[in-house]
Nanobody
């Protein structure tokens, strides 16, 4: 069982930065892959980034690669999304999610793999 709470969203100008945090409960946190997804109004939820639970391998959507960095601190049961060089098209509700850590990497691009979701935090990037 994992419960997730996101924080750190807000309003920022294009080119600025934000760091999202996701605090997790659960004694097996380190065994989960942790992902970030986002959803803009009228659009489908899309994959942003994921970090594996053991070796910490990371994977990113092409749209954020080079600008966003996902990381985790297992001792603090927290996963982060550092967002730099933000663009208006990054505006969305960002969700933290947890999934079992034993799947092949390609599975983590899909939201169906994740069984636990946070409530979401709004990120708005103005031009």
């Amino acid at each position: 069982q994992v419960q997730l709470v996101e924080s750190g969203g807000g309003l920022v100008q294009a080119g600025g930065s934000l760091r999202l945090s996701c605090a997790a409960s659960g004694r097996t946190f380190s065994s989960y892959a942790m992902g970030w997804f986002r959803q803009a109004p009228g659009k489908e939820r899309e994959f942003v980034a994921v970090i594996r639970g053991s070796a910490g391998n990371t994977y990113y959507a092409d749209s954020v690669k080079g600008r966003f960095t996902i990381s985790r601190d297992n001792a603090k049961n927290t996963v982060y999304l550092q967002m730099n060089s933000l663009k208006p098209e990054d505006t969305a509700v960002y969700y933290c999610a947890a999934a079992p850590g034993y799947y092949s990497s390609s599975y983590y691009y899909g939201s169906d793999t994740y069984g636990y979701w946070g409530q979401g935090t709004q990120v708005t990037v103005s031009s």
